[in-house]
Each structure stands twice: as C-alpha cells, then as structure tokens.
C-alpha cells in the first residue's frame, strides 16, 4: 500500500546536453511553478546515465552516475564544461554528449522535504540499488555517505520507493523493479549499505590497525603481518562488513566536488594496496563484478582473486624442477598492505594440486602487513580445511580477545604474530523472534528436535516488529518442491529468490556424464514406496529422467538434477553472469552447499539425506550415507572429520532462508520427529 501521508517526490528527465544548456530550465521560466521550485530551488539528487546498444544483443548497457546537489544547474554545467578538463570519465562523457545527445540522459529528483542528510541518503541508495543493474556497466561516482539520524529520516523508503518507481517507468532498463534489485547477489553484498552500530565499530578499528601498520616499516624481521578475525555466525553481516571495508581501502575518491562532503575515513589522502580473496567461487564472480562496475579493477581476478592466485603472484619462486614449481626454494615478495578475506574458514590447511604450501591462511599473513579475514568454524565443510583443535582455539582466541588490542599468540611451530578479533553478534538474514533463531541453533548444534516455536511477527506503529518466519515440514519431496516453485513464482517476476536444497547425498560429477540418466544429468533422487516410506534412488525400471517444472509431477517420484545441471550450454560454460539462485534455469535444480554458501534466499527448501539420522533422541551424522568424498574422508588417512564436517554442512543449508524454511528428511526416524515438532 501506498504511503499517502509523504508527498510524492517530482522526477524530470531530459537530455544531458540540453539540461546543461539551460534549455530545460527555461521551460519553465515561472519561479512559481512547482517543478522550477523543487528542482532548482531544493536540493537535488540526480543520475547521469550513456546509453549504447550491445551490438551483439538487442538490450542496452549503460554507464550511470549518481550525485546530489543544492545547485543542480552549476552542477551540470560543472560537469558538462569544467570537470571533463581534468577527469576522463567525464571528458568521456562529455564527447558523448555532444555527438548523440540522445543517448545521455540525465534525471533530477526533487522534494519539499529534501535536505542535505535526505539527498545523501538517496543519492547513497540510489548508488546501491544501481550497482545492482546488469544493464550498468559502470557506476562512476564512488562514495559510500549513508548518514545517521536526521528530520525527516523516516521518510526516506517512501520517498525512495516513489521516486524508483517513477524512474522504473521512464526506463525499465535502467531502473528495474525493487524486488529484482533486492533478490540480486551484488545487492546483497553492496558496499553502499548502511552498517549498523556494531558493525561500523568495528571497521573503525580495522581502518585504525590498517593505518597503524601502513605506517611502520617492514624491517623483515617480522615473518607474518598482523592479524584481524571478524567473527560471526551466518546472516551476522560479515560479507556487508568485508564489502565496506574493501571498498573504503580500495575505492578511487579522487576528484570529488569539494562541497560534497567526501568521506575518507581515518585512511587520509593515499589509498592502500588493497587485494580481496574469495576460495568460493560463486562469492568470487559478485565480487568480481561489483569492483569492476566501481571500477576498482579492469578486468576481473585483478584485485579480487583466489587465495592460491594471490599466493602465486606474491611469491618468489626457487629454481624450478622440470615443469613444477619449487615451493621449498621460494618466498614472500615484499608485503602488500592489506588483503581481506571473505569465507577465510575455507581456505586450505594442507597442500592440493595448485597449492603447494600447508596453511593458506598464514601464507596469506606472509604476504600482507594486514590480513582481515572472516571467520566462521561452524562453516567449514572439508578435512582439508579443518584446523587442529589446539590451533584452531589459538587461531580464534576467547571473548576476552575481542578488544580493540592485538594479542601476540602462535600456531604449532610457526613464529609468533599478532592478532586480534572482532565478533559480530547481530543476526541480519534470518528474518524471525530469537525463539526460532534459537530452535534452528539447538537442532544444529545439540542435535535435538524440540517443538516448533511459533513466529507469527507483530506490528507496532504500522510496521513489522517481528517478521512472520514461514518453516514448515513435507511428508513428501515433491510437495516440498511444488511450494518453494510457488514460493519463488509468487514474487512478481516469475523468479523469486526462492530454491530447493539437499545435503550432498546423491552422486555429482561435474566432468563427466551420468551414463545412468536419459539426459547424462546427475540428479537428486528419491521415490515412495508402497509403505509410504520414501527412500533413495528410482523405483525399479524407473527411466523416464527429470521431472518437468511445468508438467503435472508423479506425486510417488521426485527427479531434479542437481546444480548446474540444466543451466550450462553445451559447451559447458554457464549461462550469463548471475549466480545459481539468480538464474531462472536454476528453479528446476537442487542447490548444494557449493553454490549456496555465502548467499540469501527468501525461502529455502531443505531435503535432508540420509547422512543426518535421528537416533534415541538426538540428531548423528552418518559418513557412509554421504557423496560428498572432501567432507568425509579421513585427513593424512587418520582423523575423521566427517561428523564435523557433516554438522557444519546442515547448518550451512538450514540458515540460507530469509523468510522461510521448508524441510523435509529422507530418515524415517528425523522426518517423524520433525513432523511431531511441528504440530
């Protein structure tokens, strides 16, 4: 429902040459009139956006830049005659201006309410909601100013909404509706959110540590930089943390109007090598993506690349030995300033074929003055990842080490470092009272199955205080299938941000076919039998393959395939650049820990396999009943980390959700008392 107590904001669009002109304004010569008043005599937010046709498709991109003003006619001219003297983005466009005015457009936003807080908070949002467009292929003004508590603060998403709203309908292209803007991954992961209290603390004390070592010189005595751990369970706001963070070291700010306010935090005038290592590939790609739209590198994997990448580039090696590498003769380069980590819990703790070494993350340390890295035990999901229990209680320390002061500890044998950590505690993605919060904890972690505590949210003051947190248990895969399909097709787009999930308990095999399948396609596989047990695999001379999304579903079969299945051409490369649970080919597909990690869902349907088993009361995890090799093979052929790893799998899986978990378990046993708990 629309909010009739705010005004409606005015937005005027024009040519970029004929606004700069003064032609626009002498339309409207009446000082009186309303649209002269708010736009020339308000303060202002306005987008600046070059429009080319791609000429290989039929669909626009665009080069897009945000501002706001108090004066949008010197402002404009500003851009248009003085700016492109001494910036080659605007020299760009300029030129471009001049030879097809057409394609550059620029829109104004005017309010009666507008100040300056409220237009920077706009403009902020407006850079936010932008970065998320696939048609923008650069966003040029690079500032993050959310702001704090103003008059009137509270108008700011009715104004804003109005206003997208507006622009959606002046150009769809550019301006896409809100729910595809708030279901992207690079929306999700912007550096233009507003951080909260805990969390903008604690990048004022990594900024601080930054600068402090930036500023000691490296006598080469001192083997590993400082360490900084941000901690948290998933949906605490680390992967906003380490986006805003990244964007604050690494972002250009040059050239920014002098009355504009630019913030450079406590990093003064010279910005650091900054470098951002992703081990999950899917998180990769939005990182890739958001720091080439802000243009922090040219092309991807340049500031944003893999942990072994980083190490590669940063070492010396030794004389090499036929065609491999010497690892044993090789070291360090001189240290980069800082590298952050997102997901650092899956770098490796022993060598693979590309990494040589035997702990990424102190190699990593070898090479930065400062490493920041986020943290999380509980999402570890391979032996080679796992740390020993001695090194990884050294690695994260105690409560009382999350000060704002450096601890000088060790690990095994290596020689001393200092390190610090910083814990974030505020939940963000689960939309739900602490009671289910804390039900989904206790079924993780204790292994217990207690009553489904209720989560029907409450209004106050015209609003949600607490959401409704819609969790259900199926009797039957199928119908869990057949609500999350709703659930996703109901969001106004025909691709809500909804999917199927299942612990890793059906064969995969992403290099070679599946010669038992029709389609090649390795798929999730269950059918019911004549006891109503649901049980693995296809009942017997069951060969039709996958079941169709759009076709009436054989209530006793369910037959997805796995991820990727259906979404890869045939030459094998994925389909454009979105991720898994973006895709629209993805919502006939499970999901698996591999491409789910790190990312949000409105609703998550979980099948549980067979690996995880209810037995005399309490939850186990059984390694002989999981596919998934990395997770429950022995480490070095001795340590068993499978019901570690198998733990850490389900808790990545059942907190994906937003607003909703659907479940349903192939163990008879957990599927009754999930059941009995839901009643």
């Known amino acids: 429902m629309a909010d009739t107590t705010v005004p409606s904001p005015l937005v005027v669009r024009d040519e970029y040459w004929e606004f700069s002109e003064g032609k626009f304004a002498q339309s409207h010569p009446n000082e009186a009139d309303r649209t002269y008043h708010y736009i020339f005599g308000f303060p202002t937010v306005y987008v600046i956006s070059s429009k080319k046709t791609r000429s290989h498709r039929r669909d626009n991109e665009y080069v897009a830049y945000v501002g706001e003003t108090n004066d949008i006619a010197a402002r404009t001219r500003q851009h248009m005659k003085a700016d492109p003297a001494s910036r080659e983005d605007w020299r760009a466009l300029s030129e471009r201006a001049r030879h097809d005015s057409s394609s550059v457009v620029q829109y104004v936003i005017g309010h009666p309410h507008f100040n300056k807080s409220l237009t920077l908070d706009v403009e902020n949002r407006m850079m936010q909601y932008l970065l998320s467009v696939d048609a923008v292929k650069s966003l040029n003004n690079r500032r993050t100013n959310p702001q704090g508590d103003y008059y009137p603060r509270n108008e700011l998403d009715s104004i804003f909404s109005k206003a997208w709203r507006e622009l959606h309908r002046l150009d769809p292209d550019l301006f896409p509706t809100e729910a595809l803007i708030r279901d992207s991954a690079v929306f999700k992961a912007s550096p233009f959110h507003c951080l909260s209290k805990e969390q903008h603390e604690a990048e004022e004390q990594i900024l601080a540590a930054v600068e402090e070592a930036r500023s000691m010189a490296d006598d080469g005595d001192s083997e590993f930089g400082k360490l900084i751990l941000v901690q948290g369970a998933a949906g605490t706001g680390k992967t906003v943390l380490i986006s805003h963070l990244f964007y604050q070291l690494a972002g250009d700010f040059e050239g920014l109007e002098s009355d504009e306010n630019a913030k450079t935090g406590s990093l003064g005038s010279s910005r650091p090598e ?142 001393m470092f200092d390190r610090k950590t910083v814990t974030l505690q505020q939940q963000f993605r689960i939309a739900a009272n602490d009671q289910l919060i804390g039900w989904v904890d206790r079924l993780i972690d204790d292994g217990v199955v207690e009553k489904i505590p209720e989560s029907k949210g409450y209004f106050r003051e015209g609003r949600y205080v607490d959401e409704p947190y819609d969790i259900r248990v199926f009797d039957s895969p199928v119908e869990l299938f057949r609500a999350v399909s709703f659930a996703a097709r109901g969001m106004g787009e025909d691709r809500g941000l909804s999917r199927v999930l299942a612990t890793y308990d059906w064969p995969y095999s992403g290099n070679r076919k599946n010669e038992a399948d029709p389609d090649g396609f390795w798929n999730v596989e269950l059918h019911e039998g004549v006891d109503g047990i649901w049980r693995m695999g296809l009942a017997a001379n069951d060969a039709s393959g996958i079941d169709d999304l759009d076709a009436p579903a054989d209530s006793r079969r369910f037959c997805h395939p796995w991820n990727y299945m259906l979404s890869k051409q045939a030459d094998g490369k994925s389909i454009g650049r979105l991720c898994w649970a973006e895709n629209p080919e993805t919502l006939n597909e499970i999901g698996s820990t591999y491409t789910i990690q790190g990312f949000d869902l409105n609703i998550a349907g979980v099948i549980i396999g067979p690996s995880v088993k209810y037995r005399d009361g309490r939850i186990v995890f059984d390694a002989k009943d999981s596919q998934n090799s990395r997770a429950v093979q022995k480490r070095g052929g001795e340590v068993d980390y499978s019901a570690k790893n198998l733990r850490n799998e389900l808790n990545v899986l059942l907190k994906r959700g937003v607003h909703g978990l659907y479940l349903f378990a192939v163990d008879p046993e957990l599927q009754k008392a999930l059941r009995e708990a839901s009643r």
């Open 274 to 415: 900054a470098f951002l290592l992703i081990n999950h590939d899917e998180q990769r790609h939005v990182y890739n993506e958001i720091a080439r739209k802000l243009n922090l590198q040219n092309k991807f994997d340049q500031v944003v690349l893999k942990p072994t990448t980083f190490i590669n580039q940063q070492t010396v090696w030794g004389p090499s030995e036929g065609k491999k590498k010497n690892w044993k003769g090789s070291h360090p380069k001189e240290k980069v300033d800082v590298v952050l980590i997102d997901e650092a819990h899956l770098l490796l703790t022993q060598s693979n074929q590309a990494y040589l070494g035997d702990n990424m993350l102190l190699d990593v340390m070898r090479r930065a003055k400062v490493t920041v890295a986020v943290f999380d035990p509980e999402q570890i999901l391979n032996s080679a990842q796992q740390w020993t229990a001695s090194d990884l209680n050294t690695l994260l320390g105690t409560e009382q080490s999350s000060t704002r002061h450096f601890e000088s500890v060790r690990l095994g044998e290596s020689p």
